[in-house]
């Protein structure tokens, strides 16, 4: 059974640091692995998405990595602002199903 | 990205009662739609996965005449909660995806249910 483990749960940084969130996996064949941002009270808004076959993705200040073989993604948020508080969720899809295993997520506080 | 709606967007409603919630995806066709219940501080758990005009699987220990879920057309999926109570309270969010499990999946704004 697919188990995924974000460390740390919560984090806090002062603006303009740079962030870094983890995200680790235990069975290394999947579809692909999906970051996702959530706001408090809200539904999920999808950040990246990264095929088996990539080893990263990147849009604007995010950049996100793939390390299949030892179960391991990275998220990236260069010079981090006020509005990047919020909660980061990956999720994988496993080659057994369809269906997205979710992590527990990283509750980011970005201090102004 | 897909705009998926869901109505309401919170409810409030007694022991006992039924209660239904209403997933859309207003400009994709959504061959496969996802239920997930979300408690506060928790990741997202899913609960069933339907596809357009089949019964809804549902994940294990989940109950099928409690959470009633219908995918009667390409761009709607209702959830019914039966008979419910407090400890159903939680949030519920939907998603929806349009082809193979490779294809991203959208989210729906969510639903908070309160139950007295």
């Known amino acids: 059974k697919q188990e995924v483990t974000q460390i740390p749960a919560a984090l806090s940084v002062p603006e303009g640091e740079n962030l870094v969130l983890n995200c680790s996996f235990t069975?290394?064949?999947?579809?692909?692995l999906q970051w996702f941002r959530q706001d408090p009270g809200k539904g999920l808004t999808s950040l990246l998405l990264?095929?088996?076959?990539?080893r990263e993705q990147t849009s604007g200040r995010l950049n996100a990595s793939l390390d299949k073989s030892s179960g391991r993604s990275t998220l990236y948020i260069a010079a981090s602002q006020p509005g990047d508080s919020a909660t980061y969720l990956c999720?994988?899809?496993?080659?057994?199903?369809?269906?997205?295993?979710f992590g527990g997520g990283t509750r980011v506080l970005v201090k102004p | 990205g897909a705009v998926v709606s869901q109505h309401p967007s919170w409810v409030i409603c007694k022991s006992g009662t039924s209660v239904k919630i209403e997933c859309r995806s207003l400009d994709f066709q959504a061959t496969t739609m996802f239920w997930y219940r979300q408690f506060p501080k928790q990741s997202l758990m899913l609960m069933a996965t339907s596809n357009e005009g089949s019964k809804a699987t549902y994940e294990q220990g989940v109950e099928k005449d409690k959470f009633l879920i219908n995918h009667a057309s390409l761009t709607l999926s209702t959830l019914t909660v039966t008979s419910a109570h407090p400890e159903d309270s939680s949030f519920y969010i939907c998603?929806?995806?349009?082809?193979?499990?490779?294809?991203?999946?959208?989210f729906g704004p969510g639903t908070r249910l309160t139950v007295l």
């Open positions: 990264i095929q088996s076959s990539q």
């Open positions: 069975d290394s064949a999947i579809y692909n």
């Open positions: 999720a994988v899809i496993g080659a057994a199903g369809n269906k997205l295993t």
């Open positions: 998603s929806v995806r349009s082809g193979s499990s490779t294809d991203t999946q959208y």
